[in-house]
């Protein structure tokens, strides 16, 4: 076990790291005293049962004056050396993400054996080659761009999210079991939001990746007992864009068909255009972008402000008065999932949805959304509130190859009709 599991990467125990002999040493101590037959309900110091039989595996037996000895033929194999979190553990060339699966307190997740995740392991290496290390003298994380000074401003944050977009669970993972294919998967805490990623033909495309034009290779694959680890030879950063850079670079001319929105966006009093950023939204966000044939739709509706007259007026990015400027700050936030990201994944939780408009009483404006895998459906706030129930409801779909655009903290879809937040 010494030799095939503690010291695989390592020439001997005298140069294993003293956490791995600790917790070693720890896996076969038992804070109690443990009765023979109480095996099967006694946590050792790792908090982890015997994974021995005591009687078959057990040799010696002794009552000693402070407790239990028993010798046995079989080692306590601990959860951190073999589950998905040993791969980074028992490596020496993963000491930066087994200290930030440390710090952000997902080994408490993944170091357990009935807790399924796949994860991404990235080398010290391309850590180090991208400006990042720990000072061990110091105990903090830093950052050293090319010809620069160390800085720890903001690093540790960078890192720990970082590290959270290269942990899935379920029931995210499982689509992550083969990554010669293209999806998109969120990452996180369980149960909680998280950066997206896709992958494609394993690659992995992350939104800081694509800022800097660049994908993430996987090098290899490996298994621990409770999931896969793909080893990257790139850091899957997040992007520090705002999501105005994203959905400009989608919009480049008028034969995009995020192009009218974009516009409306660019001219509008909630976009900021020293940062990108949408003014309002806080955390995670979903935007979708009724493509250019649905804003004209939505411009002779009488929506959004435009020229000339109906059923042929035409799009005015830039009015003047304050009521037109006013459609459009409506016609934009009713447009944006607040709170959440969510794909045509079947994974979205389906129903009501608050957007990022509110009502006069500052309460968020609902439409409703239904998602299968491969598909997503909007109901808006007028065909909610129309006679008639869910017959007479009409739909806006996702438009799937044109969507799943990755932004910072945000996902952008293109969809086929406007949403209406007016009632009946």
């Given at each position: 076990?010494?030799?095939?599991?503690?010291?695989?990467?390592y020439?001997?125990?005298?140069?294993?790291p003293?956490e791995?002999?600790?917790?070693f040493i720890?896996?076969?101590?038992?804070?109690t005293?443990?009765?023979?037959?109480?095996?099967?309900?006694?946590?050792?110091s790792?908090?982890e049962?015997?994974?021995f039989?005591?009687?078959?595996?057990?040799?010696?037996?002794?009552?000693?004056s402070?407790?239990?000895?028993?010798?046995?033929?079989k080692?306590?194999?601990?959860?951190?050396f073999?589950?998905?979190?040993?791969?980074?553990?028992?490596?020496?060339?993963?000491?930066?993400?087994?200290?930030?699966l440390?710090?952000?307190?997902?080994?408490?997740l993944?170091?357990?054996?009935?807790?399924?995740a796949?994860?991404?392991?990235?080398?010290d290496?391309?850590?180090?080659?991208?400006?990042?290390?720990?000072?061990?003298?110091?105990s903090?994380?830093?950052?050293?761009?090319?010809g620069?000074?160390?800085?720890?401003?903001?690093?540790?944050?960078?890192?720990?999210?970082?590290?959270?977009?290269?942990?899935?669970?379920?029931?995210?993972?499982?689509?992550?079991?083969?990554?010669?294919?293209?999806?998109?998967?969120?990452?996180?805490?369980?149960?909680?939001?998280?950066d997206?990623?896709?992958?494609d033909?394993?690659t992995i495309?992350?939104?800081?990746?694509?800022?800097?034009?660049?994908?993430?290779?996987?090098?290899?694959?490996?298994?621990g007992?409770?999931?896969?680890?793909?080893?990257?030879?790139?850091l899957?950063?997040?992007s520090?864009k705002g999501?105005?850079?994203?959905?400009?670079?989608?919009?480049?001319?008028?034969t995009?068909?995020y192009?009218?929105?974009?516009?409306?966006?660019?001219?509008s009093?909630?976009?900021?255009?020293?940062t990108t950023?949408?003014?309002g939204l806080?955390?995670?966000?979903?935007?979708?972008?009724?493509?250019?044939?649905?804003?004209?739709?939505?411009?002779?509706?009488?929506?959004?402000?435009?020229?000339?007259t109906?059923?042929?007026?035409?799009?005015d990015?830039?009015?003047k008065?304050?009521p037109?400027?006013?459609?459009?700050?409506?016609?934009?936030?009713?447009?944006?999932?607040?709170?959440?990201t969510?794909?045509?994944?079947?994974?979205a939780?389906?129903?009501?949805?608050?957007?990022?408009?509110?009502?006069?009483?500052?309460?968020?404006?609902?439409?409703?959304?239904?998602s299968?895998?491969?598909?997503?459906?909007?109901?808006?706030?007028y065909?909610l509130?129309?006679?008639?129930?869910?017959?007479?409801?009409?739909?806006?779909?996702?438009?799937?190859?044109?969507?799943?655009?990755?932004?910072?903290?945000?996902?952008?879809?293109?969809i086929?009709?406007?949403?209406?937040?007016?009632?009946?």
């Amino acid at each position: 076990y010494i030799k095939n599991v503690l010291c695989r990467y390592y020439p001997s125990l005298d140069e294993t790291p003293i956490e791995i002999i600790g917790d070693f040493i720890n896996s076969h101590l038992f804070p109690t005293a443990v009765w023979p037959s109480k095996f099967a309900v006694t946590r050792n110091s790792l908090s982890e049962p015997a994974n021995f039989d005591p009687v078959a595996d057990v040799f010696d037996r002794e009552v000693l004056s402070n407790g239990f000895l028993y010798g046995t033929n079989k080692v306590q194999e601990a959860d951190v050396f073999k589950t998905v979190f040993s791969k980074a553990y028992l490596h020496p060339d993963y000491t930066m993400m087994t200290r930030l699966l440390n710090e952000s307190g997902l080994k408490l997740l993944i170091a357990h054996s009935n807790v399924n995740a796949t994860i991404f392991l990235i080398p010290d290496q391309v850590f180090y080659d991208a400006g990042y290390s720990y000072n061990i003298s110091k105990s903090q994380f830093e950052y050293r761009p090319a010809g620069g000074s160390a800085t720890t401003n903001s690093v540790y944050d960078k890192l720990i999210r970082l590290v959270q977009s290269c942990v899935f669970f379920s029931p995210f993972k499982e689509r992550m079991e083969d990554l010669s294919g293209s999806k998109i998967v969120k990452s996180g805490d369980a149960g909680t939001e998280g950066d997206y990623i896709r992958f494609d033909n394993n690659t992995i495309i992350t939104a800081g990746l694509e800022d800097a034009g660049e994908v993430a290779h996987v090098d290899s694959v490996g298994f621990g007992t409770n999931g896969k680890v793909y080893y990257l030879d790139k850091l899957p950063f997040f992007s520090e864009k705002g999501v105005g850079t994203h959905l400009k670079k989608l919009a480049p001319d008028e034969t995009s068909p995020y192009y009218y929105f974009w516009k409306y966006l660019e001219g509008s009093v909630v976009y900021n255009p020293n940062t990108t950023d949408i003014l309002g939204l806080t955390g995670f966000n979903t935007l979708f972008i009724p493509d250019n044939e649905a804003i004209l739709q939505a411009v002779n509706d009488g929506l959004l402000p435009g020229t000339g007259t109906a059923p042929n007026m035409v799009p005015d990015f830039a009015p003047k008065d304050e009521p037109d400027k006013d459609l459009v700050r409506k016609f934009l936030q009713y447009h944006i999932l607040s709170g959440r990201t969510v794909v045509p994944d079947g994974n979205a939780i389906n129903g009501l949805a608050n957007s990022s408009l509110k009502d006069e009483e500052g309460n968020a404006i609902r439409f409703s959304l239904t998602s299968t895998d491969g598909s997503m459906t909007l109901t808006d706030n007028y065909n909610l509130t129309r006679p008639g129930g869910a017959e007479a409801r009409e739909h806006a779909n996702v438009i799937v190859p044109a969507s799943n655009n990755l932004s910072s903290r945000a996902v952008i879809h293109l969809i086929d009709k406007y949403l209406n937040y007016n009632i009946y």
